[in-house]
């Protein structure tokens, strides 16, 4: 569990100067808190002397060491609060950036969808902030029980040897705390996973949930999940607390029985009420130390737990892969080339030895049966996934020894299901190209035949879209990306089906956009409904992950096969 949390010691070394006040102040009450706790036993041996002036004495030396707790208390618990926020957010951004370099098959392989990652991202993390505040207690607390201990070695050496036969009582209690903690914590982050995903799920498809009357149904999912975190939880509550009373317990009886052992000393002359009150206050004061390491050890093994599950995905291999000194992408190529590429995703072949040659300037278009491999060979040229064999080639160069960055700089996406921030329209097609100027976003929107209906919105380009654009219609959505692809002005143009889900009447108002948008540029177009791509320059026709015609819409007519058998379908 140790090796976990280890995992953010780099992330400390940031907070060198944060920690080395913390420490300090740590060092400084222990002394204080120690010191005025000796100084009990000499302050009531000058009260029960009538030593009035040593007592006088003693008063401002005990309000100093008062004031010396109170300020470095403040200063060491705000100081680690602050780093444990800094840190939390640093490994929340880590993460954040990982979802996104992470390719789709992870994504889609998730067990928890994004529900799940987002569980991560929020409650894991609520773990190991909350735990790295009792951090400070691990600088505190040890030395505060070091000093105590000392004090009362001083004050009656026999008593507290004693008294530390407890100890290894303690330890066993802690040690079968720890043994639950890893095997019940994991569980109730899987959960509280699960939990955090059916509630997206609820959110994400309130639409087919209430069109399909499936509210009761979400809600009884919901509870399932609830009531499977709850037990675990549960358990979780029983482990943790029992440390709590066992200890108390153990302290109570260890302490009556200081109290008695001490009235039998001072009865006999070999013992003081100072002696006896300095004692009571050093074993007062040792039993919330030891409650609070106890709880520091318990957080720690929490902090463990989420330690690992953050790390295990910033961690994860599932990255696209990049070439330390990549190639730029050509600047003046002339042709792509899909060289015998396959693709497989999980036991199932996708593409299977795929040839393709695509010239600059040209409109190739991709048809075929839904399964057929369409998308993903437009998905394998961005690199979402990489083929599992062959190559993709940009005039010669592999587009694996390519910047990623600078690879997706060159190609411009339009799909199906159009995804907006929920941010401005403006803002929206601005995210193109965050490095040109936004003056070209209303140009762009003119072009994409969005222009019109912009201007109709109360705020024009200043008017917000909603979750996932969801304020605007699936016409005016698809124009929106339409227009920030052309804000982008990337040489290659990817459409993935983009007008397959507009009725007929947006899907003339958002072709008018698309036929501008492929002026000049190289396009991919996955199709669907043949009738949008007629005038390409080559047809692609897939079956079964291969490619089993290729032509222009005449010649593959009249060949009177697999196209023909679609164009047929589609027409009758």
Request: glycine share 6%.
């Amino acid at each position: 569990m140790l090796s976990n949390v280890k995992k953010l010691l780099p992330e400390l070394k940031v907070f060198k100067k944060q920690l080395t006040l913390v420490a300090i102040t740590g060092v400084f009450y222990a002394t204080a808190m120690a010191t005025s706790t000796k100084l009990l036993k000499d302050l009531f041996d000058g009260l029960s002397a009538g030593e009035h002036e040593k007592v006088l004495n003693l008063a401002p030396l005990m309000l100093g060491l008062a004031v010396i707790m109170a300020v470095s208390r403040y200063f060491h618990i705000f100081t680690m609060n602050f780093v444990a926020e800094c840190l939390v957010q640093n490994v929340r951004q880590r993460l954040q950036q990982k979802f996104m370099s992470l390719n789709l098959s992870f994504h889609n392989n998730y067990h928890a969808g994004a529900g799940g990652l987002i569980s991560r991202i929020l409650n894991d993390i609520r773990t190991i902030q909350d735990g790295l505040r009792v951090v400070a207690d691990v600088f505190l607390y040890p030395l505060q029980f070091i000093f105590l201990i000392g004090i009362m070695l001083h004050l009656d050496w026999k008593l507290t040897l004693a008294m530390m036969m407890a100890a290894p009582i303690i330890a066993m209690i802690l040690k079968s705390i720890a043994r639950s903690m890893r095997k019940y914590i994991p569980q109730e982050r899987d959960a509280l996973e699960y939990m955090t995903s059916t509630i997206k799920e609820s959110l994400d498809g309130i639409r087919i949930i209430q069109s399909f009357n499936l509210e009761k149904d979400m809600a009884n999912r919901l509870i399932r999940d609830s009531n499977k975190y709850l037990d675990i939880r549960k358990t979780v509550y029983k482990r943790q607390e029992a440390a709590g009373p066992a200890s108390e317990l153990i302290a109570t009886i260890v302490i009556l029985g200081a109290v008695v052992y001490t009235s039998f000393e001072i009865a006999a002359g070999r013992s003081t009420a100072g002696t006896f009150i300095g004692f009571s206050a050093a074993l007062l004061q040792l039993n919330p130390a030891i409650k609070r390491l106890q709880e520091a050890y318990v957080r720690i093994q929490e902090v463990g737990i989420s330690t690992n599950r953050i790390f295990s995905i910033i961690e994860d291999p599932s990255e696209v892969p990049e070439k330390v000194n990549a190639h730029p992408f050509p600047k003046d190529w002339k042709k792509i080339v899909y060289k015998n590429v396959s693709f497989t995703y999980g036991k199932d072949m996708i593409l299977k030895n795929i040839n393709l040659e695509i010239n600059r300037g040209e409109v190739v278009a991709l048809v075929g049966s839904s399964g057929s491999g369409k998308s993903t060979i437009v998905n394998l040229l961005e690199r979402f996934f990489d083929a599992t064999s062959g190559e993709i080639l940009v005039d010669g160069v592999n587009i694996l020894d390519v910047g990623l960055k600078d690879l997706r700089r060159n190609i411009a996406l339009v799909t199906q299901d159009v995804f907006l921030f929920s941010d401005t329209i403006e803002k929206n097609i601005w995210a193109g190209d965050y490095n040109r100027d936004r003056a070209d976003v209303m140009a762009m929107a003119k072009l994409a035949n969005a222009h019109d209906f912009i201007m109709k919105m109360p705020k024009g380009y200043e008017s917000r879209v909603g979750d996932r654009g969801n304020l605007l219609s699936g016409g005016e959505k698809q124009r929106i990306s339409i227009a920030r692809a052309m804000f982008k002005d990337a040489p290659i143009l990817i459409l993935d089906e983009a007008t397959s889900a507009l009725d007929t009447a947006s899907e003339i108002e958002v072709q008018k956009g698309i036929d501008h948008l492929m002026e000049g540029r190289t396009a991919i177009v996955v199709a669907h409904r043949l009738s949008t791509i007629q005038k390409a320059d080559k047809i692609v026709v897939l079956k079964a992950g291969e490619i089993v015609e290729i032509g222009n819409h005449k010649n593959l007519l009249d060949q009177q096969g697999e196209y023909f058998r679609f164009h047929s379908l589609q027409h009758t």
